[in-house]
Structure formats: structure tokens, C-alpha cells
């Protein structure tokens, strides 16, 4: 017999921004399983009512909204249909994202750096910001889905961490604003994520080197105190933590899930 899955978050609405097949769904997925209803938006809705439907099968709510959340007024109205829908919002995951050009600072593209602020920063303030009165209502929370590219300097990768770092200052800040109101507001910042993306990359080196993907595996996980890619379901585990009850006093923090690839 399957033990029951704890319900820290029964009763609670989650909106989850940037859903798509990764972590996404998984985070949605796990709210739903710990007692949330979910309301699951990304700019296209390709994915969305597959995930809805699987949230519904567990038994709780889902709403489904295709928006592009660094439009003001679409994000303006996203927020509207969710309040009239469910009247309450008690967590805000903003996951949504996009990488800007991994190349050098120097040459890397100045308006696709632009398009990374706008959707890796100013549309998580802009959310926030809308969802400010609901959330403190109802004494809730907000996630915000950073990256461990925050712990390394590694070359190419400085616009993708200028947005990032940006994410966190936001984050912290907002701690300190929204706390008075009962708000609270922490990242988790994944490492490695092992879903589809990861495995078609870890696929292709291995093709380029001649060898099996599960050797590609095995020598980036050994840079990793467990010895193993923290998967989406894991990543998840730690945003219901930060919306739950169990992290009422918790906020302003960086929660690092990344097998201690790097240790903060």
C-alpha cells in the first residue's frame, strides 16, 4: 500500500508561471498532491491542459491560462481571471524563464539580454505586484525559480547570470517589503535538473564522443556530493516546502537543490 502524500498545502490555490513539460509540471503537479488547487500559465498553451487534466485526475482543481506575462495588460488580466475563479491565491511560483545568448558579455546580442530581464525579472516583480493584495490576505507566499548559475562564473554564461543574480536582489528586497504585510518571499535555486532536456543534451554529447549517454551521466553527477542529477520532482519538493506552513518563519532565503554540486 502507498502511504498518503502529506497535504501542506490543503486548501491552498498555487499559481505556477512558465509550466511546460519540466519542472513546470512538476511543480504543479506535486502542489496538487499536497492539497492545492493550481492554476498553471505559460505563454502558449500547447502543454497547459495536459497538465490540467493530470491535476484534475489527482482529484483538485486546475486552471489553465495561455498569457505572455511581460505584457502588462495580459498579465493584468491573467490575475483578474484567477481571483474571479478561485477568490484567493495563497503561493506564487514565478518558474518563468528564458536563457539569454550564452556568449561573452562583449558580443552577446544587447536586446536578447533585454528579453532576458524583462521575462527572468521585471514579469516576476510584475506578477508579484499584482497578486501583492491577494497574497496578503491570505497570508501566503512567494517562490522564486532561480538557478545555480548564481555559484559559478563560467564563461558565456554572464548574461544568463546577470538575470539571475537580478531574480535574487528581487527577491531579497521583496522580503523585506512584503514581510510587514505577512507575505513571505524565497528562492530555490535547482542545479542539474534531470527531465528531457537534460537527457537529449547528455544523448548528443555522447554521440559526439562515441559512448554511452550513462557514462556522460555518470561523469557529471561524480562533481556531485550524492552522486546523482536532483530531478524535477525533487526541485518541486522544495518550492511546496517554501509555500507551506512548515516555512512560516523562513523568508528572504536561497534554498540551493542541486546534489551539492556547490555549497552556499
Not at 502529506?6 to 512538476?26: H, N, Q
Not at 543574480?165 to 535547482?190: C, D, I, Y
Request: charged share 20%; net charge negative.
Amino acid at each position: 500500500m502507498t502511504p498518503a502524500e502529506p497535504t501542506l498545502l490543503d486548501g491552498k490555490v498555487v499559481f505556477v508561471s512558465g509550466v511546460g513539460p519540466g519542472l513546470g509540471r512538476a511543480i504543479g503537479l506535486r502542489c496538487a498532491r499536497s492539497g492545492a488547487d493550481v492554476v498553471l500559465a505559460a505563454r502558449t498553451g500547447s502543454r497547459l491542459d495536459e497538465v490540467a487534466d493530470e491535476i484534475t485526475d489527482l482529484g483538485r482543481r486546475a486552471l489553465p491560462v495561455a498569457a505572455d506575462i511581460t505584457d502588462a495588460d495580459a498579465a493584468g488580466h491573467l490575475v483578474e481571471t484567477v481571483l474571479e475563479t478561485f477568490g484567493r491565491v495563497d503561493a506564487l511560483v514565478n518558474n518563468a524563464f528564458v536563457i539569454p545568448p550564452l556568449a561573452d558579455l562583449a558580443e552577446a546580442d544587447f536586446e536578447r539580454i533585454r528579453a532576458g530581464f524583462e521575462t527572468n525579472v521585471l514579469a516576476a516583480l510584475r506578477l508579484t505586484r499584482l497578486f501583492t493584495s491577494a497574497l496578503a490576505e491570505s497570508g501566503g507566499s512567494v517562490v522564486m525559480i532561480n538557478s545555480s548559475v548564481l555559484r559559478h562564473s563560467q564563461r558565456l554564461f554572464g548574461a544568463y547570470r546577470m538575470t539571475k543574480a537580478s531574480l535574487l536582489a528581487l527577491a531579497q528586497n521583496l522580503s523585506t517589503e512584503l514581510g510587514p504585510k505577512g507575505v513571505r518571499v524565497n528562492t530555490v535555486a535547482p542545479g542539474y535538473i534531470w527531465a528531457d532536456s537534460l537527457k537529449w543534451y547528455f544523448d548528443h554529447l555522447a554521440g559526439e564522443r562515441g559512448v554511452d549517454p550513462q557514462q556522460v551521466y555518470d561523469e557529471t553527477a561524480a562533481n556531485l556530493d550524492l552522486r546523482k542529477l536532483p530531478e524535477p520532482d525533487e526541485i518541486a519538493d522544495a518550492v511546496v516546502f517554501l509555500a507551506s506552513p512548515l516555512a512560516r518563519a523562513i523568508t528572504g532565503q536561497c534554498l540551493d537543490v542541486n546534489g551539492g554540486e556547490y555549497h552556499h
